[in-house]
């Protein structure tokens, strides 16, 4: 297989090779720099006989221009401290591969996580990246999932893993690295025993790339913790094969092999090595179409071996009476705790068979089971709350209620058992059982007579008085009261701290405890021995006068004229030709005047 695909094309020198020669270059360029800053020596002979000072310090001036060597010229360079050269190189590779830098690698280098996904690197990115991490100490996680990087990028980063023993979480997901990539991964894995934490799901490895894997789980010197092998095609035949290596390894604790299609066959082989491990204890087979039989098959080895604690077998094609199967299967175990069975065919009705099955043994360890599509009928609510009574931890993730006044039902008890788990209500409890006052509580609190309470007084004081809580819930209690965030409280703040916490019990319909009556949003009238006004026996008068009069404002008011009321009478000829003639005569006469 080796013989196939290990000549790559464009690949000419190993990533360790290639970043020793610049190692040597940035050495070579060190030295002749410190050659270059070095000043010269000169060496003059001491004269014999000399008459002055003057004389012999412009013999040894002459002579020294006269020895004097001409310098070469190399170029300037600096020293690169240890934690930098991972930078320079990187650089360096950027220029020659005629790449750009990447940010995010830079930034990597500084806080020891280099995040580089969904970037689209290519063999020659990640060629770069592989040179500037060879000499790297400080980075101790790589994610470049999604970066198409091929078979020589894959080759590149393997070299570098085969130096730089750092590096303990690594993500090569979705880089379609495939039977090369599975080989060189899996040779590197025997002999780096750094990486605890391997993803290479989405690589489109084959049925025949499970040996690779079986071989590298199965070998003394794994130390992986967790590994994802999901979105692959391996199979049952790769089932088998994985299910073997399953039973050999004794260091994975996370395995995540979904999306796989195992089908019923594959999951009976994984069963089988479930039962001789006895490491595992987050396994993830949803996706695989195991059916009921593969199932509870699976559930079965988990009960036996004892150490599972998280399942997760959601879209499986599991029916009613699969999940009937594997809760019996699971009802034994003590270890586990947490069971996913989501987008599965068990109808409304699977919760209910679920809580009932874990009513009916309550030796069984589990804590939380989850329906995410599933929505529960009413009688789910009174069985689920019987199972909190023994087990308060216990919770059901679905995906909400046949009815919806159960919705509003539910939501109500979730906002009254959040109000009465509040710190505060305990507080309370001890002022009304002790028969306190509000006052009483804080003077005895505030052991210095300053008026408020610090933050070291509250906590002595709650721990001196016996009240159950804990520290984080003290600490809580001090947040909600310390309005003004001072670190201080005063006898104000405290007051209001009870207000608040007694008008969230009123919104939520519940009664006030420790004897508080519910305040009125309306004040009452100071007047309260004052009778109500009687009723009048007549009718009120009608008004004597017809109609009401009309205001100033809403009479009609009428525009006044601007012609004469002579202009607009219809006129005859005769009319007009004499008051022509009126106004020619006129006009003579004032012109007579005027000369």
Request: glycine share 6%; proline share 5%.
């Amino acid at each position: 297989m080796l013989s196939e695909t290990s000549a790559v094309k464009g690949y000419e020198k190993s990533a360790p090779e290639v970043a020793k020669e610049m190692e040597a270059e940035m050495n070579a360029i060190k030295q002749v720099t410190v050659a270059n800053n070095r000043a010269p020596e000169v060496h003059v002979p001491e004269p014999e006989d000399y008459d002055t000072d003057l004389e012999e310090e412009s013999k040894l001036i002459r002579a020294s221009r006269k020895t004097k060597q001409p310098r070469h010229e190399y170029p300037r360079c600096y020293t690169v401290p240890m934690e930098e050269r991972p930078r320079v190189i990187y650089m360096r590779a950027c220029h020659k591969f005629n790449l750009t830098p990447s940010s995010s690698f830079l930034k990597g280098l500084t806080s020891g996580v280099v995040k580089l996904n969904h970037q689209n690197l290519g063999p020659e990115g990640a060629r770069a990246v592989a040179l500037g991490l060879v000499l790297c100490e400080t980075v101790s996680e790589l994610h470049m999932s999604s970066n198409n990087i091929g078979q020589s990028g894959t080759k590149y980063l393997i070299d570098m893993l085969r130096e730089n023993e750092n590096i303990s979480v690594l993500n090569l997901a979705d880089n379609e690295l495939q039977t090369y990539g599975a080989q060189l991964l899996c040779e590197m894995l025997n002999e780096n025993d750094a990486i605890i934490s391997l993803n290479v799901s989405g690589n489109n490895f084959k049925p025949q790339d499970a040996h690779l894997f079986h071989t590298m789980m199965s070998y003394y010197r794994c130390t992986l913790k967790e590994l994802d092998l999901s979105h692959n095609d391996f199979g049952e035949y790769g089932g088998k094969l994985i299910g073997e290596a399953i039973g050999n390894n004794d260091t994975i604790e996370t395995l995540n092999i979904s999306w796989n299609g195992f089908g019923p066959n594959g999951a009976k082989a994984i069963a089988k090595g479930l039962e001789e491990n006895s490491c595992l204890k987050v396994l993830d087979v949803s996706w695989n179409g195991l059916e009921d039989v593969g199932s509870e098959m699976i559930a079965s080895a988990i009960s036996a071996n004892d150490v599972m604690v998280d399942l997760n077998i959601s879209a499986n094609r599991i029916g009613m009476k699969g999940l009937g199967l594997v809760l019996k299967a699971l009802s034994s175990s003590k270890s586990i705790q947490s069971l996913n069975v989501s987008r599965n065919p068990i109808t409304f009705e699977g919760p209910v068979v679920a809580v009932q099955t874990i009513l009916e043994h309550p030796e069984c360890g589990l804590q939380s089971i989850e329906f995410r599509d599933m929505c529960v009928p009413r009688q789910f609510l009174p069985i689920l709350a019987k199972i909190n009574e023994f087990k308060p931890q216990f919770k059901v993730k679905h995906g909400g209620y046949v009815i919806a006044s159960d919705i509003l039902h539910h939501s109500m008890e979730q906002r009254m058992e959040t109000v009465l788990n509040d710190p505060m209500m305990r507080l309370l409890q001890y002022v009304h059982e002790r028969k306190l006052r509000l006052a009483d509580l804080f003077f005895q609190f505030d052991t210095d007579r300053s008026m408020t309470i610090s933050e070291g007084e509250f906590v002595a004081g709650i721990k001196k008085a016996g009240i159950p809580m804990n520290d984080e819930q003290i600490q809580q209690l001090v947040e909600n009261l310390d309005v003004d965030a001072d670190g201080e409280i005063d006898f104000g703040e405290l007051k209001l701290g009870e207000k608040k916490y007694l008008k969230r019990i009123e919104k939520i319909g519940a009664e006030l405890p420790f004897g508080h009556k519910k305040s009125n949003s309306r004040p009452a009238s100071k007047l309260s021995n004052a009778r109500s006004r009687p009723a009048s026996n007549t009718s009120r008068p009608a008004s004597q006068m017809s109609a009401r009069p009309m205001s100033n404002s809403s009479r009609k008011t009428e525009r006044p004229k601007t012609v004469p009321d002579h202009l607009l009478q219809p006129r005859t000829k005769s009319d007009l030709a004499e008051e022509l003639k009126k106004l020619t005569d006129s006009s003579s006469s004032e012109s007579e005047g005027d000369t």
